[in-house]
T-cell receptor, first 114, second 113 residues
């Protein structure tokens, strides 16, 4: 149990385009989902916290107009990187919270912006 | 400033030995501390959670200790195997940021056959 999936697993796009990444909790309902970014050889940095049915809470320094988050159901959250640029290239990972404070992570999405 | 430091970026040990990884934190009041395993190009996988009022937790070959006085957690893998080779991340949750995980930079463990 407690499986979180992400789609796509990798994406390459041109600068200026928008990319949508999906995060799904497959066998449980997650009222809270989180989006992280991880640069090579660095740790995970929380970007935003997403609660079902309400607006996401963004961490300091993360542009909410650039990283659009939608948490439309208890099993799905999406992150859209709008007008992507090469500096947005990174490994994006979502997680979903179940009981206590246990977070289950998705496999990640590798975004490369040319 | 707030910091979560893991003792070394990389650790090599011989198969069968016990690996000990360290996580030290500064200027946090954690309610929980968790350890994750991350393989290259993959998301973290949850291993163990220990609460602030617990001193030790075990799961199979894994053991975690939590010393809030020293502001330190130790993560042990006994009878290590090459399959244990991965990056191990500690992460803590504070009393105020109940939903947020703050991650350390990780220790890349290599178990040599």
């Amino acid at each position: 149990g407690a499986v979180v999936s992400q789609h796509p697993s990798w994406v390459i796009c041109k600068s200026g385009t928008s990319v949508k990444i999906e995060c799904r909790s497959l066998d449980f309902q997650a009222t809270t989902m989180f989006w992280y970014r991880q640069f090579p050889k660095q740790s995970l940095m929380l970007m935003a916290t997403s609660n079902e049915g309400s607006k996401a809470t963004y961490e300091q320094g993360v542009e909410k107009d650039k990283f659009l988050i939608n948490h439309a159901s208890l099993t799905l959250s999406t992150l859209t990187v709008t007008s992507a640029h090469p500096e947005d290239s990174s490994f994006y990972i979502c997680s979903a919270k179940r009981v206590f404070n246990e977070q289950f992570f998705g496999p990640g999405t590798r975004l490369t912006v040319l | 400033s707030q910091k979560i430091e893991q003792n070394s970026e990389a650790l090599n040990i011989q198969e069968g030995k016990t690996a000990t990884l360290t996580c030290n934190y500064t200027n946090y009041s954690p309610a929980y501390l968790q350890w994750y395993r991350q393989d290259p190009g993959r998301g973290p996988v949850f291993l163990l959670l220990i609460r602030e009022n617990e001193k030790e937790k075990r799961k199979e070959r894994l053991k975690v200790t939590f010393d809030t006085t020293l502001k330190q957690s130790l993560f042990h893998i006994t009878a290590s195997q090459p399959a244990d080779s991965a990056t191990y991340l500690c992460a803590l949750t504070t009393l105020t940021g109940a939903n947020n995980l703050f991650f350390g930079t990780g220790t890349r463990l290599t178990v040599i056959p």
